[in-house]
């Protein structure tokens, strides 16, 4: 038998450590899972984790799913550190392409330089009015913060669908629901010739050092993670919780709206029903992998970002339905939150047939 | 309108409110012993695959109830371990079971998708049936549409009326005393969780054996979410739940009548309704701080550890 003692203090090698782990049981089981579907399980781990990262193309491939979620990702995990829980990222997304997509739509023939930087704003300001509505409704009505941006994500994604099906579907698209491709002055630049690697590649790590020093060294940072940790001690110092939600929901919906005209303006190129294959859920998982640490977020949307090529691989060379992706980021993330209990408590070994003796 | 249409009109409505209702009782109950659990729209999906896999593959609708139920027991168990026994969040570990249950489903019904299984029967009653009006929408239903009126009337007791139901509001509003005073809160809580991945499991098994009547990856199309607001809606009381249930039942009859009619405002619109309703629901009764504070259990949300 084993009973779990406090351990008094936070666990520094365990905080780093129950990712590790997290994801090495991660791996044992999904090698289960394929050897209960009938793929040959080290193959089909070989497949889903190692081979989409194997040459140039794959890598760049990694960067462009890594974006949108690291930019998400640590707009949540600033969020979470002050304990608003922000789940709408997607819905965000949303907006944001469907803000900074309209004007790029508005103005097709704007070849200005300063456009593209425009649109992108515009992006920003559509993901940041989304949350807006979840801070004022949460702080004017107390409406809980994980319902309404929840109902938001379903809402936005059927705006999105009626725009792309009735006033903004491309009148050459041979009545298939998205827009018009977007112009040359308003896509997402290239940096590498020759790749896939996009302006976004570049921003998401930049976005998350620029968050780590906000939370690390500013005023900002330390009330956010007071309020999130200790609400009676945020309350006593007079920090404000109205104002730390507003800028928490503000920023984690405006880095979402951003990561969602990023996407549409780049790799998607126009307006679909489908925008996002889940991006602000997966970005969940991104920001407590990364606990809740801005570069901790660049390792998890990398790792994350792999499931979907994992995923599609799968599909492609063992006949498996890509599914599996969406089962990887949930058993992943069961397995850390579990793993995470030995940072506050560790295990101890208790003797059934001795009695129990008190420590304390 | 003549007798037909509101006939129509209330089946209409009674049809789309099942589904709410039973996984909202469900979270009822698990909210009521002091644990939020936020993965209700995955164990639906996982509980509508199962029953129509067990469905179709046995022949028999019923025997694909039983599974969805199990099927939600099962999947629900692994937030109580995680939650209960790992203390972890409640509020990722429910999302993450919300998040592992559509991969799950979807892989669970790759094989599934656009055939046919056994469809819930109509149990009607001799007689009774045949009464203009009340026979169709009282005494000739399926199973499950008795089950979620029948299921609610005993929670409601349970919860007024019964030790037990005292003894599992006791651990959700100070799990310390309830433990303090020899009661097991973590087999409860394990309970109350198991009681609501059932309940969610049998309203997936709803869907996809009845409503839809087929199997698709997006089946729930976010009721899970708005079974979770119905609770807050109703305060934690059973028989606002119903009411709860039935006004958003009514939200989703009249979004697909709209749509029926061609009205002038666009179909995608239209379907966004009970989501805005969800919004508006919520707000309206979350305005009363005082209100909420008063009803809601008050460990709802957190762990619990047992030193000794």
Same mark, same amino acid.
């Given at each position: 038998?084993?009973?779990?003692?406090?351990?008094?203090?936070?666990?520094?090698?365990?905080?780093?450590?129950?990712?590790?782990?997290?994801?090495?049981?991660?791996?044992?089981?999904?090698?289960?899972?394929?050897?209960?579907?009938?793929?040959?399980?080290?193959?089909?781990?070989?497949?889903?984790?190692?081979?989409?990262?194997?040459?140039?193309?794959?890598?760049?491939?990694?960067?462009?799913?890594?974006?949108?979620?690291?930019?998400?990702?640590?707009?949540?995990?600033?969020?979470?550190?002050?304990?608003?829980?922000?789940?709408?990222?997607?819905?965000?997304?949303?907006?944001?392409?469907?803000?900074?997509?309209?004007?790029?739509?508005?103005?097709?023939?704007?070849?200005?330089?300063?456009?593209?930087?425009?649109?992108?704003?515009?992006?920003?300001?559509?993901?940041?009015?989304?949350?807006?509505?979840?801070?004022?409704?949460?702080?004017?009505?107390?409406?809980?913060?994980?319902?309404?941006?929840?109902?938001?994500?379903?809402?936005?994604?059927?705006?999105?669908?009626?725009?792309?099906?009735? @006033?903004?579907? /491309?009148?050459?698209?041979?009545?298939?629901?998205?827009?018009?491709?977007?112009?040359?002055?308003?896509?997402? @630049?290239?940096?590498?010739?020759?790749?896939?690697?996009?302006?976004?590649?570049?921003?998401?790590?930049?976005?998350?050092?620029?968050?780590?020093?906000?939370?690390?060294?500013?005023?900002?940072?330390?009330?956010?993670?007071?309020?999130?940790?200790?609400?009676?001690?945020?309350?006593?110092?007079?920090?404000?919780?109205?104002?730390?939600?507003?800028?928490?929901?503000?920023?984690?919906?405006?880095?979402?709206?951003?990561?969602?005209?990023?996407?549409?303006?780049?790799?998607?190129?126009?307006?679909?029903?489908?925008?996002?294959?889940?991006?602000?859920?997966?970005?969940?998982?991104?920001? +407590?992998?990364?606990?809740?640490?801005?570069?901790?977020?660049? +390792?998890?949307?990398?790792?994350?970002?792999?499931?979907?090529?994992?995923?599609?691989?799968?599909?492609?060379?063992?006949?498996?339905?890509?599914?599996?992706?969406?089962?990887?980021?949930?058993?992943?993330?069961?397995?850390?939150?579990?793993?995470?209990?030995?940072?506050?408590?560790?295990?101890?070994?208790?003797? @059934?047939?001795?009695?129990?003796?008190?420590?304390? | 309108?003549?007798?037909?249409?509101?006939?129509?009109?209330?089946?209409?409505?009674?049809?789309?409110?099942?589904?709410?209702?039973?996984?909202?009782? !469900?979270?009822?109950?698990?909210?009521?012993? !002091?644990?939020?659990?936020?993965?209700?729209?995955?164990?639906?999906?996982?509980?509508?695959?199962?029953?129509?896999?067990?469905?179709?593959?046995?022949?028999?609708?019923?025997?694909?109830?039983?599974?969805?139920?199990?099927? !939600?027991?099962?999947?629900?168990?692994?937030?109580?371990?995680?939650?209960?026994?790992?203390?972890?969040?409640?509020?990722?570990?429910?999302?993450?079971?919300?998040?592992?249950?559509?991969?799950?489903?979807?892989?669970?019904?790759?094989?599934?998708?656009?055939?046919?299984?056994?469809?819930?029967?109509?149990?009607?009653?001799?007689?009774?049936?045949?009464?203009?009006?009340?026979?169709?929408?009282?005494?000739?239903?399926?199973?499950?549409?008795?089950?979620?009126?029948?299921?609610?009337?005993?929670?409601?007791? +349970?919860?007024?009326?019964?030790?037990?139901?005292?003894?599992?509001?006791?651990?959700?509003?100070?799990?310390?005393?309830?433990?303090?005073?020899?009661?097991?809160?973590?087999?409860?809580?394990?309970?109350?969780?198991?009681?609501?991945?059932?309940?969610?499991?049998?309203?997936?098994?709803?869907?996809?054996?009845?409503?839809?009547?087929?199997?698709?990856?997006?089946?729930?199309?976010?009721?899970?979410?708005?079974?979770?607001?119905?609770?807050?809606?109703?305060?934690?009381?059973?028989?606002?739940?119903?009411?709860?249930?039935?006004?958003?039942? !009514?939200?989703?009859?009249?979004?697909?009548?709209?749509?029926?009619?061609?009205?002038?405002?666009?179909?995608?619109?239209?379907?966004?309704?009970?989501?805005?309703?969800?919004?508006?629901?919520?707000?309206?009764?979350?305005? /009363?701080?005082?209100?909420?504070?008063?009803?809601?259990?008050?460990?709802?949300?957190?762990? +619990?550890?047992?030193?000794?």
């Amino acid at each position: 038998m084993f009973r779990l003692e406090p351990r008094g203090e936070r666990s520094t090698f365990w905080t780093y450590g129950s990712p590790v782990l997290a994801v090495l049981l991660t791996i044992l089981t999904m090698g289960a899972i394929f050897a209960v579907m009938g793929a040959p399980p080290v193959t089909a781990i070989e497949t889903f984790l190692i081979s989409p990262i194997t040459s140039v193309a794959g890598l760049s491939a990694l960067a462009v799913r890594a974006a949108p979620l690291i930019i998400i990702g640590v707009g949540l995990a600033f969020c979470y550190r002050a304990n608003v829980w922000n789940i709408g990222g997607d819905g965000q997304f949303t907006l944001g392409a469907i803000a900074g997509g309209g004007l790029a739509l508005l103005f097709p023939n704007e070849a200005f330089w300063w456009f593209y930087p425009v649109v992108l704003v515009t992006g920003i300001l559509g993901g940041m009015a989304w949350a807006a509505i979840v801070a004022a409704l949460k702080l004017r009505f107390n409406a809980n913060e994980i319902l309404t941006s929840l109902m938001l994500v379903y809402i936005a994604q059927l705006v999105l669908v009626w725009l792309v099906t009735g @006033p903004w579907r /491309d009148p050459h698209g041979f009545g298939f629901p998205q827009s018009a491709m977007f112009s040359a002055g308003a896509t997402t @630049p290239m940096i590498f010739s020759g790749t896939t690697i996009h302006l976004g590649c570049l921003l998401a790590p930049l976005l998350a050092i620029v968050l780590w020093q906000v939370m690390a060294r500013s005023v900002l940072g330390f009330q956010l993670r007071v309020v999130g940790q200790a609400p009676r001690a945020a309350r006593y110092a007079g920090f404000s919780n109205a104002r730390l939600t507003w800028i928490a929901l503000l920023v984690s919906g405006g880095l979402s709206g951003l990561a969602g005209i990023i996407e549409v303006t780049g790799p998607v190129g126009q307006l679909t029903t489908s925008i996002t294959p889940g991006y602000g859920f997966t970005a969940v998982i991104v920001a +407590f992998l990364g606990r809740l640490h801005p570069v901790g977020v660049i +390792f998890a949307g990398l790792l994350l970002a792999l499931s979907y090529l994992g995923g599609d691989a799968a599909q492609i060379n063992l006949n498996l339905p890509n599914a599996i992706t969406g089962i990887f980021q949930g058993v992943l993330l069961f397995y850390l939150l579990g793993a995470d209990i030995l940072i506050l408590y560790r295990l101890k070994r208790v003797n @059934p047939a001795a009695p129990v003796t008190e420590n304390s | 309108m003549d007798l037909f249409y509101i006939t129509s009109f209330v089946l209409s409505i009674i049809s789309a409110s099942t589904p709410l209702l039973l996984a909202a009782s !469900g979270e009822l109950i698990t909210e009521r012993s !002091g644990t939020l659990n936020l993965g209700v729209e995955g164990m639906m999906l996982i509980g509508a695959i199962a029953g129509f896999a067990t469905a179709h593959d046995t022949g028999s609708a019923l025997l694909g109830v039983l599974a969805a139920a199990a099927a !939600g027991i099962a999947i629900s168990l692994i937030f109580a371990v995680l939650t209960q026994t790992f203390l972890a969040n409640q509020i990722a570990a429910g999302l993450a079971l919300t998040i592992f249950g559509h991969g799950f489903a979807a892989l669970l019904g790759a094989g599934y998708v656009g055939i046919a299984a056994p469809t819930l029967p109509k149990l009607a009653f001799p007689l009774l049936s045949k009464i203009p009006f009340f026979g169709p929408v009282l005494f000739n239903q399926n199973i499950l549409i008795y089950f979620s009126f029948a299921i609610l009337a005993c929670i409601s007791w +349970f919860l007024r009326k019964t030790h037990a139901g005292l003894i599992l509001r006791a651990v959700g509003d100070n799990h310390d005393a309830a433990h303090a005073m020899g009661y097991a809160v973590l087999k409860i809580r394990y309970g109350a969780i198991a009681f609501g991945g059932g309940m969610a499991g049998i309203a997936g098994a709803y869907l996809s054996l009845y409503y839809s009547p087929l199997w698709s990856q997006d089946l729930a199309s976010g009721r899970g979410w708005i079974a979770l607001a119905l609770v807050v809606f109703s305060a934690w009381r059973p028989y606002w739940l119903l009411a709860g249930a039935y006004l958003f039942g !009514g939200i989703t009859y009249l979004s697909l009548y709209l749509q029926g009619l061609g009205v002038l405002i666009p179909a995608p619109l239209i379907s966004a309704l009970p989501y805005f309703g969800t919004i508006i629901v919520l707000v309206l009764i979350s305005r /009363d701080r005082r209100r909420t504070r008063l009803n809601q259990p008050a460990c709802l949300g957190k762990s +619990f550890h047992a030193v000794v």
